[in-house]
């Protein structure tokens, strides 16, 4: 039986496919994207997260940790700052979460969505769950679709829709941004788009990153080839650094935060592809 | 909206008007002597409309606006004054009202004195001397908007309110001037009732004589407009609780849905005023279309805290549970916030007193968990307890009525038929409510007694009366230990359960007990500000809650707990046969209010809704809230002016309510997002 970190259970998720979705968050990613807004879903190891605001400086918690954060201070803190990222679920016991909604979620036409972090960072996992929740509910999945070819046609199997991230189709932007190569999302999107599970695009527009001519022009290219008609564009959301303190990092963008993404629809719609741009500031 | 609407919208919220007020009480103490409580209400009503001004705003058609800020008053000889408020909490006749007119009520008041005999004179003089001196009134304002006021409000004013109106105009007006002269009567917290009810018959009737329907919701609109204006001066804990509630649709016995057009065209309006009154309830139940709540959901999402929702298949079996008549029960709508009344029929004390849970679980615990063996034998207490709380309620409130109100009588049915006064229980229905305060917290406490005394034993009975004694001072990681406990809210049968065994005490223990005012007493899940003022000297409580720490509001979660998320929060909350807690006080949820930023949030939202109502809960109230604005509201009121919030049963604008209640609406938001 294998196990893995959550570091969030989102009952009432409104955007993360069809109908109320319950979506649950697997901690750990192999992408490190800039404009991250969850830092606590990018280590696959469980840390300490501490609410910046209401600390009195007592210093319990760092007596109890013996000098530093552990897990030991979580219980210690009189103002209840500090909890651990994630928790850890073997497939069952999350089931067992999960079973009681299913009947809210299924009235009203939703299901259970897999996000993260990376949820096909653990396979494994991801499978038991789905193969536990077949027929029970509508599966999806929300990804960045890296990983092996052979995991991701495990997962392809098992889930009854997906949310694709698409962002850089250049190797060197993607790895510059991302710290990791695209081919592999790229190849398991062409098996994606060709399998005939139903899925949407989405694209984040990143001032400057993403949202240029010449990689939204690229990324419609290269969902025609692959028969995509359809592409929803993210606006980058300028609170996207709020969370990074709370697991004592720093959020330092390469990019300018403050220019608002432009979402050039009329260059899809010119490919034959319909944008949708969804929530936030942008510019068409 | 039409120009005109916009004209008339500004003006109310520039607010000038209200410096045009006339200030000052006036003292009718010589005249009162030798009258009788009836009759000296009803003096205390004819002095303040003598004393009153006509007058007319500009864009206004419905007029009737108060140019006095203070009452009239009386001391008796032993140095008493009159009560300053009067009845309230309930919903006039307006239907019988509207199908009378006001000479039809004084003629039904003169055949129902014949044939009386003299045995209930005082009460038949003071009514009609209250009928007389609004009629009076009325004739004054009629020749003063003859020269003053628009030439339509002139025109209406030649028919009603002496005569029943004739079209859907001339019913506001009717309906404006009752409105006007029962806020003179010291009357507080009166509702509107089923609006689209009983004025549907005069906007079907206009439509077929071919008024556009452009022009009846331009009436509608500025006729809610209307609503806003002298809120200031009506009874309230804070401005906005002036129980202004308007229910909307609802089944009746054959079930056929009464939703309509006029239903529609309230929603439309209320949603693009954008005004807290008046405050919009829905009847819905397991048949109602998805469309409606979609509508719903799209006012959610203006944050003003409305609709509130009523489930009729839980409510209508509930009241006939407790003796209403089956075609009352059908009929009824909200007393002011949440408090199930019939219109026109009930004069019922919705809020007479309250059963405060955790009170209860804290006291049973000092005097009994040292004894308790199992957790089963401390269950036992706090459940005499319960029944014991309950038991004084019925017992303390004897001999309970309002003050006199004649004129307000005559606007309920069994008043002017029996002769008998609101204050003499003439209304058919006299029933006394009680609020249920703090259900999440009392449960919440005993799961942590049952998990960490007798289930984990992590520590012993003295350790915990002593950390509760000591408000946790020194005992700040048992705190934390009792604040991961299992929580109501997240769906945990277990704990559930210790609130389905309080409820279920309390509603035994209360309901259907008479009262002396030949009703009954009637259990509720309501906190109303008791949320605040009943845990104010209620020391800490083993849920992890502090001394004077407030409550959730009303039928919702700790303010402690960090809920799972909302579903689990609606399955937690509709576990319990909710037709025994009639009394009402709804389930109040917040959401982050980019939940609503697309359409298919909002059609989402709208299956929450439905999620709710068909697992039966009911009464459900829904926050679109952003904690950032709120805080930044706090921060900067000056550019918040605008913004409205939920506080219970009412909504209010954020900037003006007391700390304590912003305090409580912030950390309702803490765990959003």
């Given amino acids: 039986m294998s196990e893995a970190l959550i570091f969030s259970i989102e009952e009432f998720s409104v955007h993360d496919g069809p109908g109320i979705r319950t979506t649950v968050f697997l901690k750990g990613c192999p992408l490190r994207c800039e404009w991250c807004h969850n830092p606590e879903g990018q280590r696959f190891e469980n840390e300490i997260v501490k609410s910046q605001t209401g600390c009195a400086n007592c210093g319990a918690c760092v007596t109890a940790g013996g000098g530093r954060l552990d897990e030991k201070s979580v219980d210690v803190c009189p103002n209840r700052l500090l909890r651990m990222s994630g928790e850890p679920y073997t497939p069952e016991r999350l089931l067992q979460r999960l079973y009681r909604l299913l009947p809210i979620l299924n009235e009203a036409g939703g299901g259970v969505t897999f996000s993260g972090g990376e949820p096909l960072a653990q396979p494994d996992f991801l499978c038991e769950c789905l193969d536990l929740l077949k027929g029970k509910t509508h599966r999806a999945v929300q990804t960045s679709g890296y990983c092996s070819a052979e995991e991701f046609r495990r997962v392809l199997g098992r889930s009854d829709f997906f949310l694709y991230d698409l962002k850089l189709p250049d190797p060197a932007a993607h790895r510059r941004y991302t710290g990791a190569d695209n081919a592999p999302i790229l190849r398991n999107f062409r098996t994606l788009s060709g399998s005939g599970t139903p899925f949407i695009t989405r694209i984040p527009l990143i001032p400057g990153v993403t949202d240029t001519e010449e990689n939204l022009a690229a990324a419609a290219r290269f969902l025609r080839e692959n028969g995509v008609r359809s592409v929803e564009l993210l606006p980058y959301n300028r609170f996207a650094g709020a969370k990074y303190a709370s697991v004592g990092r720093r959020y330092h963008p390469g990019f300018d935060e403050n220019a608002l993404p432009r979402a050039r629809t009329a260059l899809f719609k010119n490919a034959g592809i319909d944008a949708k741009v969804l929530w936030g500031e942008h510019i068409d | ?673």
């Fill in chain 2, 1 to 673: 909206m039409t120009e005109h609407t916009k004209k008339l919208l500004e003006y109310l919220q520039k607010g000038d008007y209200r410096k045009e007020r006339v200030r000052g009480e006036i003292d009718v103490s010589a005249e009162a002597r030798g009258r009788s409580e009836l009759r000296r209400d009803a003096l205390l009503f004819r002095v303040m409309l003598e004393n009153e001004t006509p007058g007319i705003f500009p864009y206004d058609l419905f007029g009737f606006r108060r140019s006095r800020t203070d009452f009239a008053f009386y001391t008796d000889d032993s140095g008493k004054r009159n009560a300053q408020w009067s009845a309230g909490n309930l919903t006039p006749d307006y239907p019988r009202a509207l199908a009378l007119g006001m000479d039809g009520l004084r003629a039904d008041l003169l055949t129902k004195k014949e044939a009386d005999g003299g045995a209930h004179g005082e009460f038949y003089a003071a009514a009609l001397e209250t009928v007389d001196a609004a009629l009076s009134y009325a004739d004054r304002y009629r020749d003063f908007a003859e020269a003053n006021a628009p030439e339509p409000l002139f025109r209406a004013l030649c028919r009603v309110p002496r005569q029943k109106p004739e079209s859907f105009y001339e019913a506001c007006v009717f309906l404006q001037f009752i409105i006007f002269t029962l806020r003179c009567n010291r009357n507080t917290h009166l509702g509107l009732g089923r609006f689209d009810q009983y004025m549907l018959p005069f906007w079907r009737a206009d439509v077929r004589k071919g008024v556009p329907e452009e022009t009846l919701f331009e009436t509608l609109e500025e006729f809610f407009i209307s609503q806003n204006f002298d809120t200031d001066l009506y009874q309230g804990m804070q401005l906005g609780d002036n129980g202004q509630s308007l229910m909307l649709g609802g089944y009746d016995l054959d079930g056929n849905d009464r939703y309509n057009e006029l239903s529609d065209a309230v929603m439309r309006a209320s949603l693009e005023l954008r005004l807290i009154d008046p405050k919009i309830n829905l009847r819905v139940g397991k048949k109602t279309p998805a469309d409606r709540f979609i509508l719903g959901t799209r006012m959610t999402r203006q944050g003003l805290g409305f609709p509130q929702y009523s489930n009729d298949d839980v409510v209508i079996p509930g009241l006939i549970r407790l003796g209403y008549a089956p075609e009352d029960a059908a009929d009824y709508t909200v007393a002011a916030c949440w408090e199930f009344t019939i219109p026109g029929k009930g004069a019922e004390i919705v809020n007479i007193d309250q059963m405060v849970f955790p009170k209860v679980v804290r006291r049973e615990l000092f005097a009994h968990l040292e004894e308790s063996e199992t957790f089963e034998d401390l269950l036992e207490y706090v459940k005499l307890g319960v029944a014991y709380d309950a038991g004084e309620i019925v017992g303390k409130r004897k001999g309970v009525h309002y003050p006199a109100s004649p004129y307000l009588s005559v606007l309920i049915e069994g008043c002017a038929g029996s002769g008998k006064d609101v204050s003499e229980y003439g209304a058919k229905y006299n029933n006394f409510g009680a609020h249920g305060v703090g259900i999440a917290n009392a449960a919440d406490s005993l799961a942590a007694v049952r998990e960490v005394i007798y289930e984990k034993r992590e520590c012993t009975k003295r350790e915990l009366l002593q950390a509760l004694e000591k408000n946790f001072e020194g005992y700040g990681k048992l705190r934390n230990r009792l604040l991961s406990c299992p929580k109501m809210g997240s769906d945990d049968d277990r704990t559930d359960g210790l609130a389905q065994v309080l409820l279920e005490t309390y509603a035994a223990a209360l309901n259907g007990k008479p009262n002396d005012a030949g009703g009954v007493f009637r259990a509720g899940t309501g906190s109303a500000h008791e949320y605040y003022y009943s845990a104010r000297n209620v020391g800490a409580t083993p849920d992890g809650r502090k001394a004077g720490e407030m409550y959730g509001s009303g039928f919702s979660p700790s303010l402690t707990g960090r809920p799972t998320g909302p579903l689990s929060c609606i399955r937690s909350f509709t576990k319990f046969d909710m037709t025994r807690l009639v009394n009402g006080g709804p389930l109040s949820m917040e959401l982050h209010d980019s939940v609503f930023r697309d359409e298919d949030g909002i059609e989402k939202v709208a299956g929450l809704v439905t999620a709710f109502i068909r697992l039966g809960g009911h009464q459900l109230q829904l926050n679109s809230v952003n904690r950032d604005v709120l805080l930044d509201a706090q921060a900067h009121p000056e550019a918040h002016r605008d913004l409205i919030v939920r506080v219970w049963g009412w909504s209010g604008y954020f900037v003006e309510l007391d700390r304590q209640y912003q305090e409580h609406i912030l950390r309702r938001t803490e765990f959003l997002i």
